[in-house]
């Protein structure tokens, strides 16, 4: 009995790199998705805490401001107890701020797990053709 130990063809090798490579790709472009939709949510997160830090800058500016220039303006001029009040409350607004703007700048966006596998992957394409 023989058995047939035939090496594939060419073609037969550039069609089964063809459809690995797909493959490859396919897998890619989900851990692509899936990565960035990770990063998306604690964006968002970060998103969430600039708004609230601009929420709460502003209902004190409403709420506290009237309150506050109204107490010191028994002790100062008017117009300098709203502006001392004015200037603490916008403090505490620009430091909720800065603390989302901080987060924010530290999230890295780029989906470096699948920038990896893809420099794996093109080294293992090469390899496979040569």
Not at 81 to 103: M, N, P, R, S, T
């Amino acid at each position: 009995m023989q058995h047939s130990t035939q090496e594939p063809s060419l073609g037969q090798l550039f069609a089964d790199l063809s459809q690995q490579m797909t493959t490859l790709v396919r897998q890619e472009v989900a851990l692509a998705t899936t990565e960035m939709g990770r990063k998306v949510s604690r964006v968002g997160r970060d998103v969430g805490f600039l708004a609230l830090g601009g929420a709460v800058a502003y209902a004190g500016l409403l709420a506290i401001v009237a309150a506050l220039v109204l107490l010191l303006a028994a002790l100062v001029p008017s117009w300098l107890a709203a502006l001392i009040v004015g200037v603490v409350v916008g403090a505490i607004g620009y430091v909720l701020v800065q603390k989302g703007l901080a987060a924010l700048k530290r999230e890295d966006l780029a989906p470096r797990q699948t920038i990896d596998t893809l420099k794996e992957d093109i080294a293992w394409a090469k390899d496979q053709t040569t």
